[in-house]
Every structure is written in C-alpha cells, then in structure tokens.
C-alpha cells in the first residue's frame, strides 16, 4: 500500500548541518522577521499548487454524531449509510452533536496552547529519541535531520493503554493540564469508539467487528497538538506535507483557522473549521481492514502569515501487537486483491518511518 503522496513538495538542496535548532514558535516571534530562513523554504511554492473551496454539489461530508448513537433505527440506518458514503468517497467528513461540550474543547486547547508557551528549555525535556517514547516534544518532523524544516512544532502523548502528558510546571496553578487532558481524551476514546461501530456497520461488517479485530480495549490512542505560528512567507513554507495517518481513524479538534486540506477528486479542497466540530478521516489500518473500500485520505496543513492555528489530533490505532487483515467478507478473491501487509501495528509504525526517511522524502509523510 502506497502512503507516500505523489504530490508532495520537493525539497532544496540539504541545508548545513550546522543549523541551530529552534522552534517555529520562537523563530515566529523573533523581532523583524520579514522572510523565511532558507531551510523553510521549499522549492516547489504551495502556492502553485492552489487548493479550492468544496463546491457546493460536492461539498465535504457532515455526520450528526447524534443520529449515528440514536435509539431509532431508521435514523441510525440513515446515519450509518451517510457515513459508508463519506469514508468512501472523501475519506475526511466533519463530526457534529458529538456530545463532547465546547468548554472542554475550549479548556483543552487552552491546555495545549499553554505548553507551548513555556520557555524552550522546559519543552525540550519532552523531546523524544525514539518513535514509541510516550511523550515527544519537537519541531518540523524530525529536526535533527531534515533537510528541510516544516514551519510548525508538536507535541505528541500517548493516552492510551496508559495515559501519558508532561507534568504541569511549578507555579503554574491555573491551568490544570493533566485534569483537562486525561478527561478530553477519556471522552474521545468513548467518541472513537462509537463511530468505530458506525464505521464497522457501515462496511457491512456486525457492529462489534472493528472492535474486537482490531483489540480496541488495549488500542494504542495518541493525542497531538500542532502549533503553526505566523509566517511571513506562507507560500514557501510547509506546515505539513501531504500525508496519509497510519491508524484506523484520526479525530481532529482545531482553532477557527484553516489551514487543512485534503485530497479529493485529483484537487486539493480546503477543510474549513465549522465551530465546534471535529474533523475526522479514515487511516491506513482501516484501508487495510476495509480491503481499500475506504481509503486512507491523504491531507496536509498549510500556513499563514496572520494568526497562529493549532490543531490536535486524537489518533486511534490498533493494540501495537494486532496484525491488521482485510475482514473476510469484503474480499471476493475474484475481484478484491486482499491487502495484506503480515506486520503488527508497531511494525507498521517502525516500517513507515525508516521507509520515509530512507528514501529522504518528506519525511513528515510518516504519521504516528
Ligand atoms: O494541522 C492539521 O490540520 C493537520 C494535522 C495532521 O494532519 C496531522 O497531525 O497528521
């Protein structure tokens, strides 16, 4: 299965190896920054690559949460084949009456606002070396050796089977991140959960099926947050290339900044934040699953040169050690090649990983 995007920016000539690291954030708010430093720059402007507003006849998928989890069946039945019709024809719909209320979006942006704030050296205890440590701070993709930086910083906790985030600095009483965090990815876990039954219907498969083929009491659930801070020079830099989440679904809470935008019918459309609505797209595990029914939607983030957007998203995967199969009953042999990839989901992980960056891709292409 191809993950790698065939659209994605090529890059300039390696930059020095001699860079001094430092995060988008600190380089955003830097007096007098009027242009990028050459190691943002990549060589195929995003601009020449336009994305468009969804037309109004094909406009992007929403779902009501409330009718997909209703007690009336012919309201259930309706929400289950809207949802059938978005994953297979975008990939990406937005999520409403989720029941997840807006103080705690709001608490949990804030939160996530908040660590970004704090000075460097604090954030820098986080960085992780390795892709399964359990909490990674960092900036672009992977700094230390990208060729090119992507214009954004991140943070990255694993909050599920264990619940992991960085302990709330001393003095710093007002804001209880570790309450708000535990709290808003428990309610995603529950949301996640439940679409993964509608998604489960939706392929023909029982409810139940998803849940237990791919052991979701032990999945491995991983909440980001990505910080992209004003640039001065939007149409050069990349806050992330084009992408395909190597889960099974990505929940994604954003500000009321776009930013988003997603592959679809050969264009690029822009994925505008309806307030208070999750953003949600289908992954890698789930292609694999639905034997590519669904396919896993390619998407990427760009910049501005206004305001700074954050996006977090809430990724659920398999339990690390699930080989992920095509079901049985949506392969035909006749006509349906099943997709078969024989590595667990950590595998999966380590293998897209070291594939980017072997090959010097954008490495950002690689999603965990
Ligand atoms: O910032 C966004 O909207 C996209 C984030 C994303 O694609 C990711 O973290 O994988």
Redesign the pocket.
């Known amino acids: 299965m191809d993950t790698v995007s065939p659209v994605a920016p090529s890059h300039q000539e390696a930059s020095s190896p001699h860079i001094k690291i430092t995060s988008a954030k600190t380089l955003a708010e830097s007096t007098n920054l009027a242009s990028i430093p050459s190691h943002y720059a990549f060589t195929t402007p995003t601009s020449g690559d336009q994305a468009v507003h969804p037309d109004h006849d094909d406009s992007i998928p929403v779902i009501d949460f409330s009718l997909l989890s209703s007690s009336n069946p012919d309201q259930r039945c309706k929400a289950v084949s809207d949802l059938a019709k978005a994953c297979e024809d975008w990939g990406i719909f937005m999520l409403i009456n989720h029941g997840v209320p807006e103080s705690q979006m709001k608490a949990t942006v804030d939160a996530l606002m908040g660590f970004f704030d704090l000075t460097e050296e604090e954030k820098n205890e986080f960085q992780g070396k390795n892709l399964l440590d359990p909490i990674i701070y960092g900036t672009s993709f992977r700094a230390s050796v990208d060729k090119v930086f992507l214009w954004?910083d991140?943070l990255k906790m694993m909050v599920y089977p264990k619940f992991h985030c960085p302990p709330e600095p001393e003095g710093m009483s007002t804001v209880c991140c570790t309450e708000v965090l535990a709290e808003y990815t428990g309610k995603l876990r529950k949301l996640a959960r439940e679409l993964l039954k509608g998604v489960s219907e939706s392929l023909g498969l029982g409810p139940g099926y998803i849940d237990e083929a791919m052991n979701i009491d032990s999945s491995l659930q991983i909440l980001?947050a990505?910080l992209?801070p004003p640039c001065p020079q939007p149409e050069l830099a990349v806050?992330?290339p084009s992408?395909s989440?190597i889960g099974l679904l990505?929940i994604?809470m954003?500000n009321d900044i776009s930013?988003?935008q997603v592959h679809h019918g050969g264009k690029w459309v822009k994925?505008d934040p309806i307030p208070n609505a999750f953003?949600v797209?289908t992954a890698d595990q789930l292609e694999i699953m639905s034997n590519e029914k669904y396919k896993s939607a390619l998407?990427?983030?760009v910049v501005n040169n206004k305001t700074t957007?954050i996006?977090i998203?809430f990724?659920t995967g398999p339990s690390l050690d699930t080989v992920v199969v095509p079901a049985e009953q949506l392969v035909d042999g006749k006509h349906n090649q099943a997709t078969d990839i024989s590595m667990n989901y950590k595998e999966y992980m380590e293998f897209k990983q070291s594939t980017v960056l072997h090959k010097g891709l954008c490495p950002n292409q690689v999603?965990i």
């Open positions: 954004r991140f980001a990505n992209y806050g992330l992408h989440d990505t994604l954003q930013g988003l994925v953003v797209n998407h990427r983030a957007r996006s998203p990724s999603k």
